[in-house]
């Protein structure tokens, strides 16, 4: 189809109380959420998930009122149990990476202001920490006296607090409310319907991850699988035979990679090119067997996955026209904490490779030297206890995302850089570096690649594919041929090699900041 068609209509919900009634309401026997304890499969019908929410609820509501909750745990049940119920008791979630060290869980903790705290015990650093607050298991919290639910005060305006992991290392605090984000439920759920099951493995820490992973499928009363840990991925696929999973561009780099060791290994790489080549032909006259002649890859994930949503970072267009070669949609999205998070995705039926999509309903874009501007209902309320760096990127009702962007003719977003790692020449030239990084990523010997400048000139470092790690005839010669391509300034003087990785965050995005450090020192970058 590929070619524009009418939002998809739901209601626009004012409450997670609603959220919650709606999908009871709807469909209560339906499996809402499956997981694993040890191998045995745990199904939970949205009329289980009402009344766990509902008894977690009233004892929070008898315990606290506008208390800072945080949650330090893996993926579980009961974490969204946990959330769904700190929010409807009028408290607010705190939301923090259980794989931090202490100090930085310590310093996230006082810096949100949290008195209670809900804790997995697997996390045995956390034992310090736990002494300071009153403190509970994550695995106990069903196991409390069913109480009558307490009258409550006004609600804070906050009702979830998220850390930032971007790339500068510093976190910030970000205040969601409600409405923030069930303006942005409605507005993504408009653009994009999954089709079936969900799978969920992003960490819940995230706002991808939680919003997007679990309360989108959740509105659209789907069954949603959670994965809880990385090492089990391929494994709770197969078991939880998805229509649509959300993940990073880590993930999907990594499926690429053993499809194609898979096929080497198995000495059939040359059928694989093959296969690929005869299904597009296929395809331009309406014949479409991908699923058959791929049924083995498609087994890998579960044999019935449909849609991968992809966002968090930048991801190579070759990727998505692979996939979709073998009969797995990759749909790119763009999204940012501060905006509930969903900016923009591309559509079920209307896609452009190389965009992060359409943007969402009910948010309004704008385009300001370059920069990419939101204004809606899903802009956060603020950054907690910070008024200086809320006033930095929030004017005259516009949230400054820092990304650069321009938006084509028929209304798809493209990200073209960041905002805080633009390079300036001497001459006044303004080069993003990601946008040479680009199309530099586009060859098969490039893994990983980071261009930055000293003494005004263009450097790139490069972490090659395992076949090429120390090639430098190859990377000098490819150097070569993108320099006789460009203009002068935006020509690479050097390619220096690395044998290991970037620094990167827990999303998985380089640190620029970290590898400058690296090169440079602290504080020379």
């Known amino acids: 189809m590929n070619k524009p068609y009418d939002y998809y209509e739901h209601p626009l919900l004012s409450s997670f109380s609603e959220l919650l009634s709606l999908n009871y309401k709807k469909n209560p026997d339906k499996i809402a959420f499956t ?201 709770d696929l197969k078991i939880s035979k998805p229509n649509t999973m959300f993940v990073v561009p880590t993930f999907i780099e990594t499926f690429y990679k053993q499809i194609w060791k898979n096929a080497k290994k198995n000495k059939k790489t040359h059928l694989l090119k093959s296969m690929i080549k005869t299904s597009k032909m296929l395809l331009k006259i309406g014949i479409d067997l991908r699923k058959q002649l791929f049924k083995s890859i498609h087994n890998s994930f579960g044999g019935n996955i449909e849609y991968i949503i992809c966002g968090g970072a930048y991801l190579d267009p070759k990727y998505i026209i692979f996939f979709r070669s073998i009969g797995i949609n990759i749909l790119n999205g763009y999204g940012i904490t501060e905006c509930s998070p969903v900016v923009a995705v591309n559509r079920n039926h209307y896609y452009r490779d190389g965009s992060v999509g ?63 790692n633009l390079i300036i020449l001497s001459n006044g030239e303004n080069i993003s570096p990601e946008v040479i990084e680009e199309e530099l990523s586009h060859d098969e010997a490039v893994s990983e690649i980071i261009v930055y400048e000293n003494n005004n000139k263009l450097l790139a470092e490069i972490y090659p594919r395992e076949e090429y790690l120390g090639n430098k005839s190859y990377f000098d010669d490819l150097i070569y041929k993108y320099n006789s391509k460009v203009p002068k300034n935006h020509q690479i003087a050097l390619v220096t090699l690395r044998n290991n990785e970037f620094p990167k965050n827990n999303n998985k995005k380089i640190l620029r900041n970290k590898f400058m450090e690296e090169k440079y020192g602290k504080g020379n970058n």
């Open 358 to 420: 359409q943007i969402v309903k009910g948010a309004e874009i704008k385009i300001k030297e370059n920069e990419i501007l939101v204004k809606g209902k899903m802009v956060m309320l603020g950054f907690y206890k910070d008024k200086k760096a809320t006033d930095e990127v929030l004017k005259d009702g516009y949230f400054h995302t820092g990304d650069f962007g321009y938006i084509d003719k028929d209304g798809f977003l493209f990200i073209t850089g960041r905002k805080k």
């Open 35 to 235: 997981y694993k304890i040890d191998k045995e499969v745990i199904n939970k019908s949205y009329k289980d998930f009402y009344k766990d929410v509902t008894y977690l609820t009233n004892y929070l509501t008898n315990e606290y009122n506008n208390e800072r909750i945080a949650i330090i745990s893996e993926n579980s049940y009961n974490y969204i149990v946990l959330f769904f119920s700190i929010i409807i008791s009028n408290n607010i979630a705190v939301l923090i990476d259980k794989d931090l060290d202490e100090e930085s869980i310590k310093k996230l903790l006082k810096q949100s202001d949290t008195k209670v705290l809900y804790y997995s015990k697997n996390h045995c650093d956390l034992e310090r920490i736990i002494k300071k607050y009153k403190s509970y298991e994550i695995d106990n919290v069903l196991d409390i006296p069913k109480l009558n639910k307490k009258e409550t005060k006004k609600k804070c305006k906050e009702s979830v607090l998220f850390f930032t992991s971007g790339t500068t290392g510093a976190n910030k605090c970000v205040m969601l409310s409600e409405e923030n984000i069930l303006s942005d439920i409605y507005g993504a759920c408009s653009i994009f319907k999954p089709n079936g099951d969900v799978f969920a493995c992003l960490p819940f820490h995230h706002a991808f991850g939680l919003i997007t992973s679990i309360l989108k499928p959740f509105f659209y009363n789907e069954t949603i699988f959670i994965n809880n840990s990385l090492k089990t991925i391929l494994t």
